[in-house]
């Protein structure tokens, strides 16, 4: 039902929006202030979830039989979307992240495929602002060996990048609605749910973190179409969404190496952008 990464593709969402909150920090630093596996239930369940609708939900989290697919998710921190290539073992991510105090977003963008990793990174919104670094309009590849933490950047650890397994392995009830919807519970207090989910975030849900609502949808071909959770309020944190989307099931592009003009080996400044 779910392979190996499953539990383990969501880092590779959450690295590169991490990576691109680092990056709209480091420009910053740049000038402008001058001027985003194993599947394992996530704590311990209090009630017995409708086993067929559980089943269901968990036959239709994406394999790598289905072929390439998009998809788009959002988290407490940054908006990501992409596609997913299990032949290719690759996969295209890009986490949007919009800067609190300048406005401006910093869309930072990575190709994997097998080994190979390129990456590119845009602003917009940067209207009366200068110091910003400038970095080719094209596919920058990186060398893993310049980088100061290697494992900082996305790879191919598994087609289930929203990590919708884990989240639907913890739920604690899940109901049928019709027209292949569900709803439920899903505990995220712990194990790989509050890996996904992000466990700072987690930790500041406290006791709440247990009972968390979540709907998810199956499309027609019958793999799944959606995944939210209603992560609520608590303390200071403002309540907010977990979403997954996964679409166009072996109709999507697939992924390869780009070549000639569409690439070019990552200049020093990336290097030193990534590595802080």
Not at 29 to 35: F, L, N, W
Not at 153 to 174: F, Q
Not at 263 to 269: C, D, G, I, M
């Amino acid at each position: 039902m779910m392979t190996n990464g499953t539990g383990r593709a969501g880092t590779a969402r959450r690295r590169a929006g991490a990576l691109a909150a680092v990056l709209t920090a480091t420009t910053l630093v740049a000038g402008c202030g001058a001027t985003g596996a194993d599947s394992g239930a996530g704590g311990t369940a209090s009630a017995s979830p409708t086993a067929t609708g559980k089943q269901a939900l968990l036959a239709a989290v994406p394999d790598g039989s289905e072929g390439a697919f998009r998809f788009s998710g959002k988290d407490a921190t940054s908006d990501l979307s992409g596609v997913v290539d299990p032949d290719a073992k690759g996969i295209d991510l890009t986490a949007a992240v919009k800067d609190p105090e300048h406005g401006f977003t910093t869309r930072m963008s990575f190709l994997v495929v097998q080994d190979r990793i390129w990456m590119k990174v845009k602003f917009t919104g940067t209207e009366g602002l200068t110091g910003l670094p400038k970095l080719p309009n094209r596919w920058m590849e990186l060398d893993r060996a310049k980088l100061t933490d290697p494992d900082s950047t996305p790879t191919y650890e598994g087609v289930d990048i929203g990590n919708a397994g884990p989240i639907i392995e913890a739920a604690t009830t899940v109901e049928e609605k019709g027209d292949r919807t569900y709803a439920g519970i899903v505990d995220v207090s712990g194990g790989e749910a509050a890996k996904a989910v992000g466990e700072e975030e987690v930790a500041a849900l406290g006791d709440a973190a247990r009972q968390v609502p979540f709907t998810a949808v199956v499309g027609a071909d019958g793999n799944l179409a959606s995944l939210t959770l209603a992560v609520p309020a608590a303390g200071t944190a403002e309540a907010w969404t977990y979403v997954v989307k996964y679409a166009d099931y072996g109709s999507a592009p697939k992924l390869a190496a780009p070549s000639g003009d569409a690439a070019q080996p990552a200049p020093k400044l990336a290097y030193q952008m990534l590595n802080g």
